[in-house]
């Protein structure tokens, strides 16, 4: 067993070996599953679905900042949340009311 290298505990040899021999591995992997040809074309339908998705994050975005607009713009200036104002209550449906 004297052939054999003993370890000499340094951190920073150990260290670079393993990183040398990760990036060997990853550059392997990296080889053997890239494939050399890609036969493959966008179909029109992912177009048409990515414009769709860009259309209702907007609509989204939107109608978030619609709903907590008040709360927003209270947070950003510091002041406290106002109370809606009486055309922006629920309107009085007339049914029962719980006592």
């Known amino acids: 067993m004297s052939h054999l290298k003993q370890d000499t505990g340094d951190p920073d040899t150990t260290n670079v070996v393993f990183e040398q021999s990760r990036l060997v591995y990853c550059l392997f992997l990296l080889c053997l599953f890239t494939p050399s040809y890609a036969w493959a074309y966008i179909d029109v339908g992912a177009g048409s679905l990515l414009l769709q998705?860009?259309?209702?994050?907007?609509?989204?975005?939107?109608?978030?900042?619609?709903?907590?607009?008040?709360?927003?713009?209270?947070?950003?200036s510091g002041s406290p949340r106002s109370q809606p104002s009486e055309d922006e209550q629920e309107p009085d449906t007339g049914g029962p009311r719980d006592a």
């Open 53 to 76: 998705t860009v259309i209702a994050a907007g609509l989204a975005v939107g109608y978030t900042v619609k709903v907590y607009w008040r709360g927003l713009v209270g947070w950003f």
